[in-house]
């Protein structure tokens, strides 16, 4: 049965078919609707007011379809922890189609936990309601703190029974809305069976759908790589200015169009250290969140490698010309790394010894394990010399802090705008409420155990203003204690 939401169309689907496997979603037995982003249907142009509960769950599990769809499994490859594996895919996911927003731009609607299909790998191709509830929180929770990243537009359960390594767990359906799903994993597959026909066909779909522009360039290809390059320097960047450790940066969790995605063993750290890994799996800190910027640069590579035969038939040069937009990635990036910061700090002239400042500030914050979104946020009072209580509690109080928190206000006075402009630059970019992992786990046990998604719903609302002080949900802006740190996440798979 096929409901009318709206124009869904289908652009990948008319791919040819060694881009996807065509199947529908496998059905549940007793879908429940869990949470619904009313806010997201309407920028997405939905038509679903009057569409009951029990609709809206039967529509964003897959028992059935909204007009227009044409359900698909697309394939792609990836390098997972630094090993290249040939075909992945879409193995617990389905592309229904797109749409196009209230802004004209086309919108991905697929799901998560949807059903096994040719690319689960011996798979159940089933979600957890735990990792679910992670997505949905955190990725709306990124989009709050104004960071691109994948939406969240629904979650249900399925009235099924999923077994992981815990036992068996509730299982659910995430509705993922995305510019795009295209990775760097999408253009490995084809390089990888060195079909340069698909390897074109795609190059051209992803420069209509992201990078216009580059068709007049004389290289397109090559316009194409270095588009996505500056897209996913910035978005690094506003990562590490947040604090936050994706957790899995496979070459198939990197798109194409600079938004998050994959929100697996990700998580947000407290206690200021470069070396901080959450994800279970990641045993040699690879995607540490230090070393995000770095796995980037080396993820773009692949990317590179990938288009090499398209950027000129002349191997050499292609060679030379893509491993020039790979080395731009640095600047790019430290130049991105260094605005986010200096606007953390109030600051908005660049002086050259901002780095070394920030760089001070950091180790100083390694050294006190002082709480990343916190100590940052204490700048905002500390712009009042008088008012500067908190932030010492981070930094200490000794010389050293003196000296450093004495160097910055010098700083500052360089900027020659008031206070007000100063606490106002500050506030903007440092966030009172970030999902902190505990409270994420605390939700997820209580929906897994008790069937109780009140502090679902509660830490979902906390985290929609995460800029804005509210006494309400004070609660949700302390670290955990001691007792409660979560120190591993899981991908959920």
Known sequence: ?????????????????????????????APRLIAFNDSLARELGLSLDGVSSEELARLFVGNELPLGATPVAVAYAGHQFGSFVSQLGDGRAILLGEVRDRSGKLRDIAFKGSGRTPYSRGGDGRAALGPVLREYIVSEAIHALGVPTTRALAAVLTGERVLR????????????VASSHLRVGTFQFFAAREDQVSLRTLLSFAIERHDPSAKESDNPALAFLKGVIERQAHLIARWMALGFVHGVMNTDNMTISGETIDYGPCAFMEAYDPATVFSSIDQFGRYAYGRQAAIAQWNLARLAEALLPLIDLDEERAVKQASDAISGFAHL????????????????????????????LLLRMQQKQADFTLTFRAFLNAVDPQNDQTLRQFLGDDEVAEALIARWRERLQREEVSQTEIQSRIKAVNPKRIPRNHRVEEAIQAAQVSDDFEPFYRLARALQCPYEDDPEYEAYEAPAEPHERVRVTFCGT
């Open 1 to 29: 049965m096929f409901i009318s939401i709206g124009q869904i169309e289908a652009h990948y689907a008319r791919l040819p078919e060694g881009f996807f496997t065509a199947l529908p979603p496998t059905p549940v037995a």
């Open 333 to 360: 990036y430290h130049k991105a790394y260094d605005e986010a910061f200096r606007s953390k700090l109030g600051l908005r002239k660049r002086e050259d010894e901002d780095q070394d400042l920030v760089a001070s």
């Open 165 to 176: 390594e815990q036992g068996p767990l509730p299982g659910a359906v995430f509705t993922r």
